[in-house]
């Protein structure tokens, strides 16, 4: 078996390794594109919840409506 056989043999093996790989990654980038869609629909509910909920007095971050602690520095919001 010469070097030429060989480079031949590993082409066809790459072929094929790719070959069958690439359905894998087809199925998987859906996957992956659903969850960034998820991740936005979180950040966007997070921002509509931070924006009808209030400001910290403390450090100025907006915390969520019915915190009684700032999730930033930890500054109690609510005296009761
Ligand atoms: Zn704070």
């Known amino acids: 078996m010469d070097i030429g ?14 070959f069958i790989l690439q ?3 087809a ?5 992956r ?3 960034i869609a ?3 629909e979180e950040l ?5 919840e931070a924006e009808s909920g209030a400001i910290c007095p ?7 409506a019915g915190d ?3 999730a930033s520095c930890g500054t109690r919001l609510k005296e009761d």
């Open 5 to 18: 056989t060989l480079l031949l043999i590993l082409a066809i093996a790459t072929l094929t390794a790719a």
């Open 44 to 48: 966007g509910r997070e921002h509509t």
């Open 23 to 25: 359905p894998l990654f």
């Open 68 to 70: 009684r602690f700032c």
């Open 38 to 40: 998820h991740w936005v």
């Open 33 to 35: 594109d659903e969850l």
């Open 27 to 31: 199925r998987r980038k859906p996957q």
């Open 58 to 64: 403390q450090c100025g971050q907006s915390v969520h």
